[in-house]
Each structure stands twice: as C-alpha cells, then as structure tokens.
C-alpha cells in the first residue's frame, strides 16, 4: 500500500471515529490536499474494498480499511513512543518524525519496538495504542472545554499535530495523567480558571477542546478513617 494510501486511511479512521462518514471537504483539510485528488483516492480505494462511498455523504472506512488505518496507527504511536522512552525526544518533536518514519518501518520493527519499551498501551501524547490484532480502545472522549465548573477530571490525552500548543500545554502541567478541576467559567465563552496540581491556570475555549479528559475517580476515604468507623 502506497504511502499516500496508508494516510487517506488514517485520516477517515481519524475524522470519523464517531462513526459518521467523513466528507471529502473534510479530508482535503485534514491532508492539505486538493479536493480533487482526494476524490481520486477514493474512488481507488473503493475499487480496492478498503473504503465505501455514501452519495451526498462521504466515505467510511470498510472492515478491511479500518484494519489497515489501525496498522498506519500503531506504527505512528509506537514509534513515538519509542522516540521519548528509548532516545529521549521530547513530545513534542515526535509527531512530524513518526509520520515520516510510520510509512517505511515494517510491522515487524514496529512490534520489536514495542516489546523493547515495555509494550505501552499509550502514546506520549495519551492516544491509545491498538494492538497488533488491531483492537482500540477509540471510545469518544469529553473535552475539557465541556466539563462542568467544580468537577474533577484527569487528562487523558491532547492533540499532537503542533508543537508550539504542546509547549504551551507542558507549561501549564496539562498532560496525560495530570488531576484538573475547573473552577470558574468566564461569560460569553471566556476562559476557564482550572486548578492544575497545585496552581491555578488560565485557558480558553478553543485550547480547552484541544485537552481530553475522563471524570476523576471518586476519592476513596482513607484506611485510618473506614477504621474509626
């Protein structure tokens, strides 16, 4: 499969994770290409089984197409992974590395890599890693930017395309894993006041979808007070 190929794939396994299909509008965007050619390809890929085209819709991704993309997918994440695990990249030079290397690295390097950091689940960025049977945990995730004020929440996972928000994130200690309660929402869609560990933060809308979150797990009594019960 040609390289151009594996990324119109991943982009419709990216897009339409809800499960709608995907317009081509919608996929020139995301790849940076012309519509026109962006057509072309689906209607290659169509001949070829791995996609279905809805008139007036889009395409969606068949079950042999969703195969495929979730291999271009755990190339991706595994080899970003291995970036910040086993040579020490930061997380946020990874991204354009892996999409460059995610098109000549054999499965079988891919999955040497993986057993050679300790089989990660995530990425560095919180993105679930499918396995090599291509099973995902691709569920939809709350963003930040919907959460209600005064509830708890834990980053899961943020967008990785660009470098700059990935700093910018870093700073305000918005990553996978770090405890955030929103506690004031400014009118006429203002910024969020979060708590962030131990700080309080500052974020807008737009940046706040950019941060995915789950609700925090409810904090457990202490072993000393179910005790003294």
């Known amino acids: 499969m040609t390289a151009p190929a594996e990324d119109y794939l991943k982009a419709v396994y990216e897009i339409g994770r809800d499960g709608n299909a995907v317009a081509t509008t919608d996929l020139a965007h995301h790849l940076g290409l012309a ?76 999955d040497r890599m993986a057993a050679a950091i300790g089989e990660p689940t995530t990425d560095p960025h919180g993105a679930p890693i499918p396995t090599r049977d291509g099973a ?11 959460v209600d004020v005064g509830a708890a929440v834990k980053v899961l996972r943020v967008r990785d395309e660009d470098p700059l928000l990935l700093r910018h994130l870093a700073g305000m200690g918005l990553v996978p894993g770090a405890s955030v309660t929103v506690r004031e929402r400014a009118l006429f869609a203002g910024p ?38």
């Open 35 to 110: 519509a026109a050619s962006v057509s072309g390809m689906a209607r290659r890929l169509a001949d070829a089984g791995l996609v279905a085209h809805e008139p007036y819709h889009g395409v969606r991704l068949t079950t042999g197409g969703r195969r495929a993309a979730l291999r271009t997918v755990r190339r991706h994440r595994v080899i970003e992974t291995y970036l910040v695990q086993a040579l020490g990249y930061p997380w946020d030079e990874v991204h354009p590395e892996a999409e460059r290397l995610e098109h000549s690295a054999s499965d079988q390097l891919v």
């Open 136 to 146: 995902v945990d691709d569920a939809p995730c709350l963003s930040l930017a919907a």
């Open 192 to 229: 969020l006041s979060i708590d962030v560990g131990r700080g309080r933060e500052y974020i807008g809308l737009p940046l706040a979808e950019q941060v995915l979150v789950a609700a925090a797990p409810d904090r457990q009594p202490s072993r000393s007070r179910r005790a003294n019960r």
